[in-house]
């Protein structure tokens, strides 16, 4: 048992490795077309959707996609790393109860 929740602590650290790989390379793909293009925003609107549409958007609809694109990876991203870090906590948890 002890070595099963070893090897999937494992697993879930090396998950988490590849999806922040993965999804950086990804988001800085996208980062570095609005960068080029001088599109500006800040975090409160990467997380309030309404005030990006409100006030982004109408700035820069030519980028639309590419801004919808870099929010949407962001934010799953983000997402994702919460999931594997709380799925990573309990296991340690388990681990540290069951090697008494």
Do not use: C, D, W
Request: aromatic share 14%.
């Amino acid at each position: 048992m002890f070595v099963l929740l070893i090897s999937i602590v494992i697993g879930l650290f090396v998950a988490m490795l590849f999806l922040n790989v993965y999804f950086r390379v990804k988001v800085l793909r996208v980062y570095r077309k609005l960068v080029n293009n001088k599109v500006e925003f800040g975090a409160a609107h990467v997380f309030n959707r309404e005030k990006m549409e409100a006030e982004i958007m109408p700035q820069y609809p030519h980028m639309r996609k590419e801004i919808e694109t870099f929010v949407n990876h962001l934010r799953y991203s983000i997402r994702m790393a919460t999931v594997l870090i709380a799925l990573i906590t309990l296991f340690g948890a388990i681990l540290m109860y069951f090697r008494e």
